[in-house]
């Protein structure tokens, strides 16, 4: 079996999460830095103006989410909340998650593992959810990150929006989502075929 190959370099995301630390989030000028350095480092992939904010809750975690890249091996999302949230990151057994903090703070611990204190990301850190781990989190309010996923990221969707749907009975978030799910599809389709 071939092992698979990956468009998306972590490291380039995370250099672009330290380049724009410093800047205020208040305002949106951390996201707009964020998503055009994301859009110069990976200029075939992600649109320098990308769609609208989708309310998300996945796990209990409540916050807004930005599509920024979406493939069946791949993802790209920037996730972030004002005012805080808690809950559960996930268990994904065939992808792994990597969390590039821009602002804010996130308090996090593994659930089955022998260490019983907290770990902390703080802006300009990175952190790596493996295939089939799962964690406690605490996202700090005015904490914003991007969310780069890799592995059969199809099997995500699913606690992306069963919470969102079927707790929070919040469907027009699950209509938005599936609008900027097939807007980044046509997006890529139309690269593909130039």
Known sequence: MRPMTYRIDPDVLHAVAKQVIDLPSDDGELITRAIERLAEAYPDLIDPEPGRWVGSRAGGILGKVRFLYFSPREYIVIFGTPTGTQGFSGRYKRVEIHKFLMAG??????????????????????????????????????????????GAVVTTLPFAMVDTLLVSLE????????????????????????
């Open 105 to 150: 703070r996130i308090d996090f611990y593994d659930l089955e593992s022998d260490d019983t204190g907290a770990r902390t990301l703080l802006p300009g850190d990175h952190s790596v959810t493996e295939k089939g781990h799962a964690r406690g989190m605490t996202i700090h309010p005015g904490s914003w990150h991007i969310e780069y996923g890799r």
């Open 171 to 194: 469907f027009e978030s699950v209509r938005r989502s599936s609008v900027e799910f097939a807007r980044l599809v046509r997006r890529r389709s139309r690269r593909r075929t130039r």
